[in-house]
C-alpha cells in the first residue's frame, strides 16, 4: 500500500510542450545574442565585413561592366593607385587618357586590339604599358605629325571580342593603323569542351543580379547575414558578378578555372577553335580596311615555367594550342597581304637568354604578361618594325 502523496504524472503532450518551449527560449535566447553581441565587440568571422562585403553594396568597385555586345567593357572612369600598381580608364572606357573627337586633322592614329596583354596587366602603371610607350617612342620619332595610340585590349578577351571592339567601339576613333596582339586566348578557347563556330561552348552571358526589395530591410540582421554567408551561396554568386564570362568546364576543381586541367580527350583538339580564330582574323583586317586604317599582325610571346604540365594557362596542352595559332596569324598575314611583326621569338628568346645569363627573366609576369622591362621592349621593337615596314 503507498503511503503520502503520488507524484503526479504529467501526460506526454503537456511534457513534449514544455521541453518545446524551452528549446524556442534557448534559440531566442542565442538569436538575441546574435544580433546583439557582434554589434559591440569584434568577433572573427561575424563582423560586417565579412558577413556584408562592400563589393555587394557598391558594384561601382568593379573595374569592368556588362556590355549588351561584348559581354563586358571597362568601367569608364575607373581608377586604382595602390602600391606598385597604378591604372585608369578614360570617360571612354579604354585604358588610359583619353582621345579627342573628332580625330584631330593630320593625326596619326592607332590602335590596339587585344587581352590582358595589351590592356597591360602586368606592367605597374598605365605609362609602363606597350601601347603608351609606343606612343612616347613615336611622338619622338615621327616629329611631322601628332600620334596617339589607343590601347583597345582587355583582359580575357580573344578574337571574338575584339572584332566586336574594332566595329563597334575602336573605328568611331578613325585609326590609321590597327594593330593586333593575339593568340593565347584563344587557343585557351579552343581547348574548351565541345567547341562551337559561334563560342559560346567558352564564353557565358554577364550574369544579371536583382535583389529583392526585402534585401535592404533584411540586411539589417546579422542573424540573416550570417544565414545569408555561410548557407548560401550569395556572396559566391555577387563577387563573379564581374568574372571573365567563362563557361566552368566540368573538370574543374572547386569549380575555379585556375585549377582547370585540360582532360585527355581534348589533347587533341578538334579544328573548330582554330578556324574561328582564323576567320575572325580575316574580318578584323578586312573591317579595319573597310574603314582606311591598315590592319597589322602580331605573333604573341608565352613563357611557362613547367612546360610539361597540364595547366590551363601554360602546360603543354595549351602551349601546343597556341603555336597553332600563332601559325594560324603567319598564314592570315600571307593569306591577306597583312603586314606581319615576329614578336614571339623575340621576346621569348630575350627571356631565355637572360634566364642562361642570370638564373632569371625579367621579361615576363607569368604566362604572356609583360614585366614594365619586357613593355619596354616590345614597344622598342614594335617601333622599330612599324618603321621598316613603312607602315606610316
Known amino acids: 500500500m503507498r503511503t503520502g502523496l503520488a507524484r503526479r504524472r504529467l501526460p506526454p503532450t503537456h511534457r513534449a510542450g514544455g521541453i518545446l518551449k524551452?528549446?524556442?527560449?534557448?534559440?531566442?535566447?542565442?538569436?538575441?545574442?546574435l544580433?546583439?553581441?557582434?554589434?559591440?565587440?569584434p568577433l572573427p568571422g561575424l563582423d560586417r565585413a565579412t558577413l556584408d562585403p562592400p563589393y555587394v553594396q557598391a558594384e561601382a568597385k568593379h573595374n569592368f561592366v556588362p556590355s549588351?555586345?561584348?559581354?563586358?567593357?571597362?568601367?569608364?572612369?575607373?581608377?586604382?593607385?595602390?602600391?606598385?600598381?597604378?591604372?585608369?580608364?578614360?570617360?571612354?572606357?579604354?585604358?588610359?587618357?583619353?582621345?579627342a573627337l573628332p580625330k584631330p586633322e593630320g593625326t596619326l592614329r592607332i590602335a590596339c586590339l587585344g587581352g590582358s596583354s595589351t590592356y597591360a596587366t602586368g606592367p605597374t602603371t598605365d605609362e609602363f604599358t606597350w601601347p603608351a610607350r609606343l606612343q612616347a617612342l613615336l611622338d619622338d620619332r615621327i616629329e611631322a605629325r601628332d600620334v596617339d595610340v589607343l590601347n583597345g585590349g582587355v583582359p580575357s578577351w580573344n578574337s571574338f571580342e575584339c572584332l566586336g571592339n574594332l566595329a563597334f567601339r575602336v573605328l568611331p576613333y578613325e585609326p590609321d593603323v590597327v594593330l593586333v596582339y593575339l593568340s593565347t586566348n584563344d587557343a585557351e578557347a579552343a581547348l574548351w569542351p565541345d567547341p562551337k563556330s559561334d563560342n559560346?561552348?567558352?564564353?557565358?552571358?554577364?550574369?544579371?543580379?536583382?535583389?529583392?526589395?526585402?534585401?535592404?530591410?533584411?540586411?539589417?540582421?546579422?542573424?540573416?547575414?550570417?544565414?545569408?554567408?555561410?548557407?548560401?551561396?550569395?556572396?559566391?554568386?555577387?563577387?563573379?558578378?564581374?568574372?571573365?564570362?567563362k563557361v566552368v568546364p566540368p573538370g574543374s576543381v572547386g569549380?575555379?578555372?585556375?585549377?582547370?586541367?585540360?582532360?585527355?580527350?581534348?589533347?587533341?583538339?578538334?579544328?573548330?577553335?582554330?578556324?574561328?580564330?582564323?576567320?575572325?582574323?580575316?574580318?578584323?583586317?578586312?573591317?579595319?580596311?573597310?574603314?582606311?586604317a591598315k590592319p597589322v599582325l602580331m605573333t604573341q610571346a608565352i613563357w611557362s615555367p613547367d612546360p610539361e604540365s597540364d595547366h590551363i594557362l601554360h602546360g603543354r596542352q595549351r602551349l601546343a594550342a597556341h603555336r597553332r595559332m600563332t601559325t594560324i596569324v603567319r598564314e592570315v598575314a600571307d593569306s591577306e597581304g597583312v603586314a606581319l611583326i615576329e614578336m614571339q621569338s623575340f621576346l621569348e628568346d630575350a627571356a631565355t637568354q637572360q634566364a642562361a645569363d642570370g638564373g632569371t627573366q625579367g621579361v615576363f609576369v607569368n604566362n604572356v604578361h609583360l614585366t614594365d622591362e619586357g613593355s619596354a621592349m616590345f614597344a622598342e621593337r614594335l617601333a622599330d618594325e612599324l618603321v621598316r615596314l613603312g607602315v606610316f
Request: aromatic share 12%.
Open 22 to 33: 524551452k528549446v524556442l527560449l534557448s534559440l531566442l535566447g542565442a538569436l538575441a545574442l
Open 35 to 41: 544580433e546583439t553581441v557582434p554589434r559591440f565587440l
Open 68 to 99: 549588351p555586345y561584348l559581354i563586358f567593357t571597362p568601367r569608364p572612369g575607373y581608377e586604382r593607385d595602390d602600391p606598385g600598381k597604378q591604372l585608369s580608364h578614360g570617360a571612354s572606357g579604354f585604358r588610359g587618357p583619353d582621345l
Open 200 to 245: 559560346s561552348h567558352y564564353r557565358i552571358a554577364w550574369p544579371t543580379f536583382r535583389e529583392s526589395p526585402l534585401e535592404g530591410i533584411l540586411g539589417r540582421s546579422i542573424t540573416y547575414l550570417v544565414w545569408r554567408k555561410y548557407a548560401t551561396d550569395y556572396l559566391e554568386q555577387r563577387a563573379d558578378l564581374g568574372f571573365r564570362g
Open 255 to 292: 569549380d575555379t578555372l585556375q585549377q582547370y586541367r585540360i582532360p585527355k580527350e581534348l589533347e587533341n583538339p578538334t579544328d573548330v577553335g582554330f578556324e574561328n580564330f582564323r576567320r575572325n582574323l580575316v574580318s578584323i583586317a578586312a573591317v579595319a580596311r573597310a574603314h582606311g
